[in-house]
């Protein structure tokens, strides 16, 4: 059962909760569910935080000298993973949020 509300482009479908453990519902556009593109985000900050890793360690072990490459991929993945705090932060919010509303 989906609920239509009323948004600024017309009506907007609610799709129901999915229980824990069950397959996410498919958004209105036929995109990824929310818990795919979180575990998707999740995954890519991993990945720049092994390839600094990586790099940051050839930088020590001497088989590469380009201390500009080593240095924006430390930035980048720390970009990534700040980014990654706020939205985690935001849903934490969110979360007490909904937590206080009374029924």
């Given at each position: 059962?989906?609920?239509?509300?009323?948004g600024p482009g017309g009506s907007?479908?609610?799709?129901?909760v999915q229980p824990a453990g069950s397959t996410p519902a498919v958004g209105v556009a036929g995109g990824k569910g929310f818990r795919q593109?979180?575990?998707d985000n999740l995954n890519e900050v991993n990945r720049l935080q092994q390839e600094a890793d990586q790099k940051v360690q050839a930088?020590?072990?001497?088989?590469?000298?380009?201390?500009?490459?080593?240095?924006?991929?430390?930035?980048?993945?720390?970009?990534?993973?700040?980014l990654l705090m706020?939205?985690?932060?935001k849903m934490v919010e969110a979360y007490q949020e909904i937590q206080q509303m009374r029924v």
């Open positions: 059962m989906t609920i239509p509300i009323q907007v479908p609610i799709l129901p593109v979180l575990m930088l020590y072990r001497g088989d590469t000298n380009n201390v500009a490459e080593v240095f924006a991929a430390v930035n980048k993945a720390g970009v990534a993973f700040d706020e939205i985690r932060n």
